[in-house]
């Protein structure tokens, strides 16, 4: 039998791995893991430039998890990312692919959470730690945290963390971390920051580049020229008009500052659309309310400036829209790359001024291709109706600290509720709130059918999420 040089099973890893990998889909290496997975399993430093999505996290987590002693209870690697939901996600991947091996610990540490069970799940022994840098630096301060054993260290979206402010705690962090250690460094963009680390931090790193390109068939593009910047209501005017002739699902709107963020969404839902803003000011808790409510489908458009959407990953994303104009050429490709994921086709919509011209030629110079040009007076609405989700997000007051599952959720609503599985959306259990998505035709109804029936066998409170 040949082996395609793509094939996870070229690589040296043990059976029981591979056949993990088969099980969870992973059949052909993604461009990324190709071309790091061997360098890393080699235990050679590497900084790899790749965007979000483009499978980066089964790259560095089958390196770290080769290097893992199963039976040594200590920390042994270390994965440091930009935000929580990152972590989260890097996390769940982590367990995912570390199935296959002994009973493998992962912890994760990120602020906006209780420091009290972060100290307990590390006093009952980890063998991972995924967190972001000020948490961790805080468990370092307080003793909490011991990285003698620790073999490897991964700085994820190392350029986010640069642009949030994060490179003297990964300094102080990296400083504390053995120096024999082997240190994997991603990252979709190469600021000047990254050479500083790598200069301080890393021996000999390999540099791996994959070319942040998409499948031109997967992502529609399109320009739209509008009024010059100055004009906002003209440039908010016209991001409406996108929403009501293409009628999109689920949209996420990139704008260059909060300010903007604020005027679109302030803007949009005056007009009747559904949207929320994500930006760096948010408190953990509301940040976490925007995000279920956009990745379960009861919120149409989500505002967001590029730092805080960074490692978002939501799936079926139908459209993104350049409100302005990045000035980096490579995070354009990183925004539109948000949609046409996996085998779906997405639309990539940008606005632009006369004085944004210089940027939209470097984004040209990048994608080797002429942008095409539409004029805003094309669109027309495609319908009287208001552009709503197709979905309601209901909260429970009660979480995991009541033990409520997922199961219990859908159980209550499918069992005595009387609604079908395909009614029900997205649940998501936090640790004092649950929040469950319901097609919009049914959401009054399953309101009150939980709230005057039971969830594992106790009484909740329901509400509908307000987009507040």
């Known amino acids: 039998m040949t082996t395609n040089s793509n094939d996870f ?91 296959a091996e002994e009973n493998i610990k992962v912890v994760t540490l990120c602020g906006g959470v209780a420091l009290r069970g972060q100290v307990a799940s590390l006093e009952h022994g980890a063998h991972i730690v995924v967190g972001t840098p ?38 102080v962090v990296a400083k504390q971390c053995p120096k024999e250690r082997q240190t994997l460094l ?6 000047e920051g990254i050479a500083k680390i790598s200069q301080q931090f890393m021996k000999s790193p390999q540099t791996i580049t994959v070319q942040a390109q998409h499948e031109k068939s997967k992502i529609r593009q399109r320009w739209y020229e509008v009024a010059d910047s100055d004009h906002d209501e003209a440039r908010l005017e016209s991001v409406a008009k996108l929403l009501n002739h293409f009628r999109p ?24 659309f559904s949207a929320l803003a994500l930006f760096g000011e948010l408190e953990q808790r509301e940040r976490d309310q925007v995000l279920v ?7 149409s458009v989500l505002v967001a400036t590029d730092v805080a959407a960074r490692g978002l990953d939501i799936a079926q994303l139908e459209m993104v829209i350049n409100v302005d104009v990045t000035p980096d050429a490579e995070v354009h490709i990183h925004r539109i790359g948000r949609t046409g994921r996996a085998d779906q086709e997405g639309w990539a919509m940008s606005l632009a001024s006369m004085d944004e011209m210089g ?17 805003l007076s094309e669109l027309t609405p495609a319908s009287q109706e208001p552009l709503l989700p197709p979905m309601v997000t209901l909260q429970i007051v009660g979480g995991r600290k009541e033990k409520i599952r997922a199961g219990d959720v859908l159980g209550a609503l499918t069992g005595d509720a009387g609604f079908t599985r395909e009614q029900v959306g997205k649940i ?38 307000d987009e507040a």
């Open 9 to 99: 099973s070229a690589l040296s890893l043990p059976a029981h791995v591979l056949a993990n990998l088969t099980q969870l889909g992973y059949l052909q290496m993604t461009a990324i893991q190709a071309a790091s997975l061997p360098v890393a399993l080699l235990g050679k430093d590497l900084i790899a430039q790749a965007k979000t999505g483009s499978g980066k996290t089964a790259a560095f987590a089958l390196a770290l998890l080769a290097n893992l002693n199963a039976r040594r209870f200590a920390v042994q690697a270390m994965v440091l990312c930009p935000t929580r939901e990152l972590a989260d996600q890097v996390a769940t991947e982590i367990r995912r692919l570390a199935r």
């Open 134 to 171: 000020g948490r961790i630096m805080d468990h370092l301060g307080r003793g909490n945290l011991n990285l003698e054993a620790m073999n490897t260290l991964v700085l994820d979206e190392a350029d986010r963390m640069l642009d949030m402010g994060f490179f003297e705690d990964i300094c």
């Open 186 to 191: 991603f990252s979709a963009t190469y600021p």
């Open 249 to 272: 699902a689920s949209t996420l709107a990139f704008c260059n500052t909060k300010s903007q963020c604020r005027a679109l969404v302030s803007y949009l839902k005056d007009h009747g």
């Open 293 to 299: 409510q956009f990745s379960n489908r009861s919120c």
């Open 359 to 375: 940027s939209v030629g470097k984004i040209e110079q990048l994608q080797k291709a002429e942008s095409e040009w539409h004029k």
């Open 428 to 465: 998501n259990v936090n640790e004092f709130s649950t929040y469950v998505a319901v097609d919009r035709a049914i959401a009054s109804e399953a309101q009150q059918k939980l709230s005057f029936g039971k969830v594992k066998g106790k009484s909740v409170k329901v509400r509908f999420m």
